[in-house]
């Protein structure tokens, strides 16, 4: 079965300082992985994806994510972070079994210190 | 292009009642999702449908829960009756399924359910 795991809660970084959020997958085959981030009071807006290809990807807002294939890790990152980061963010993958939903981790809360 | 749209964005009701929840996705779009958000169970996918037809309906809670796609531009998700349990963030998504596709999908900002 099609899996994530985020194994942080929260995660706190100074305004300035690199961010990393952290996501494993469980996947059989090539996954399709997904990063969202959550606003209070908003939908989950999307912000980058890995499919194929390069290991790194560049996304919305600064953000990017590198696919470690031996490690199964698509961890999200930013090299200086601000406070209007400070949101929910999930990781996810899509099902390889031919059924296209999407398998989202219990989110990371990321705050942005001041 | 307006997005996912979902009404009411915000809905009290009573125990007991009916709730119907509406969304409208992407236009092109023929992949509609269905999740409900809370604090203690995170999010969680209820129903999806592909090409107006429901695939995996697994999430439901329970026979209280129904949702319907009578066209590819619309989409209802209805509780009756309701329960104070059902309180809740509703999301809607939506995505473009088929070959070669990647299934991005994309949410509308939610309806946030009250039943007291």
């Known amino acids: 079965a099609q899996s994530v795991a985020q194994p942080e809660d929260q995660v706190n970084v100074a305004e300035g300082n690199p961010l990393t959020v952290k996501c494993t997958y469980s996947?059989?085959?090539?996954?399709?992985l997904f990063w969202y981030v959550q606003y209070p009071n908003r939908g989950l807006q999307f912000l980058l994806k890995?499919?194929?290809?390069?290991?790194l990807v560049k996304g919305s807002y600064g953000f990017e994510a590198e696919f470690n294939k031996s490690q199964t890790s698509f961890h999200l990152k930013k090299p200086s972070a601000l406070v209007s980061d400070s949101a929910l963010y999930f990781c996810?993958?899509?099902?390889?079994?031919?059924?296209?939903?999407?398998?989202f981790g219990t989110g990371t809360r990321l705050t942005v210190i001041p | 292009d307006a997005g996912v749209i979902q009404s009411p964005r915000h809905e009290v009701t009573e125990m007991g009642q009916e709730v119907t929840l509406r969304c409208k996705p992407i236009?092109?779009?023929?992949?509609l999702f269905w999740y409900r958000q809370t604090m203690m169970r995170g999010l969680e996918l209820l129903i999806y449908f592909n090409n107006n037809v429901p695939i995996d309906d697994s999430g439901m809670p329970e026979d209280r829960f129904s949702a319907k796609m009578p066209n590819a531009s619309f989409s209802t998700l209805k509780i009756q009756p309701s329960e104070p349990r059902d309180s809740a963030v509703y999301f809607c998504?939506?995505?473009?399924w088929g070959r070669g596709q990647s299934d991005t999908q994309y949410f509308g900002p939610g309806t946030r359910l009250t039943v007291l």
């Open positions: 236009s092109g779009h023929n992949s």
């Open positions: 996947v059989s085959g090539n996954p399709y």
């Open positions: 998504a939506s995505s473009l």
């Open positions: 890995y499919i194929t290809g390069d290991n």
């Open positions: 996810a993958v899509r099902d390889v079994t031919g059924a296209n939903n999407l398998f």
